[in-house]
């Protein structure tokens, strides 16, 4: 049974690219959050994505975005990248709706770093 | 807001000593309560969880118990191994069923466990 997967692992980009991050679900999971952990600090909550739908979102700026697709994978955009968006990108999913139990699986990140 | 406040590492322990790693929260209503541990290079993981007061996790060794009365969830382990060298994540989120798992962390404590 594979578990949260996330591409690409390490990605370099400079200021002011676009960067698109992508995150397949664990079998069976529906719902997808993202976070983003700068170095040395705990995860902070970007957006959580159920039914093809943003459901929450965090404290970020409109330049990041997302989009779930019907087989409930996603994926994080960020324009217009600034150096304070290097960090780690972590994908979570989970089950929502009446099988929501409340604990999240994490894919092992994307590395981005903005030179 | 919700929030999460955990005690600064490192911690720097020998094999086989007591672990401790203070766990503080502020919420409104009833929170579930986490911890994740995150190794080496690898995504976050859950390591035990409580979702109301007085309730015990425990996993791998690792407890924790659900203290309304002090707001806490303090992470105990009485014997501990160089391979539970980590950096453990204390987390909330809201009562679960319907909810959206948004995750609050703590900053994280790291462990360091000396053969």
């Known amino acids: 049974d594979a578990g949260v997967t996330q591409s690409p692992t390490h990605l370099i980009k400079t200021r002011g690219q676009q960067v698109t991050l992508r995150c397949s679900p664990k079998s069976g999971h529906d719902t997808v959050s993202w976070y983003q952990q700068a170095l040395g600090q705990g995860p902070q909550f970007i957006f959580q994505?159920?039914?093809?739908?943003?459901?929450q979102r965090g404290n970020f700026p409109d330049r990041f975005s997302g989009h779930q697709f019907p087989n409930y994978s996603s994926e994080l955009n960020v324009n217009a990248l600034l150096l304070g968006d290097s960090a780690l990108y972590l994908c979570?999913?989970?089950?929502?709706?009446?099988?929501?139990?409340?604990?999240?699986?994490f894919g092992e990140g994307s590395r981005l770093t903005v030179l | 807001g919700d929030s999460v406040t955990q005690m600064e590492g490192p911690v720097t322990l020998s094999e086989e000593a007591f672990l401790t790693i203070n766990c503080t929260y502020t919420a409104t209503g009833y929170p579930s309560l986490f911890w994740y541990v995150q190794y080496p290079g690898e995504g976050l993981q859950l390591l035990l969880k409580?979702?109301?007061?007085?309730d015990k996790g425990s996993n791998k060794g690792f407890e924790a118990t659900y203290r309304k009365e002090t707001t806490s969830f303090h992470l105990e382990k009485g014997s501990v191994q160089v391979s539970d060298s980590a950096v453990y994540f204390c987390a909330l989120t809201g009562p679960y069923g319907g909810a959206t798992n948004k995750l609050i962390f703590g900053t994280g404590t790291l462990l360091a466990v000396q053969p």
């Open positions: 979570a999913s989970s089950l929502g709706g009446t099988q929501n139990t409340g604990e999240l699986f």
């Open positions: 994505y159920y039914e093809e739908e943003e459901r």
């Open positions: 409580a979702t109301k007061a007085d």
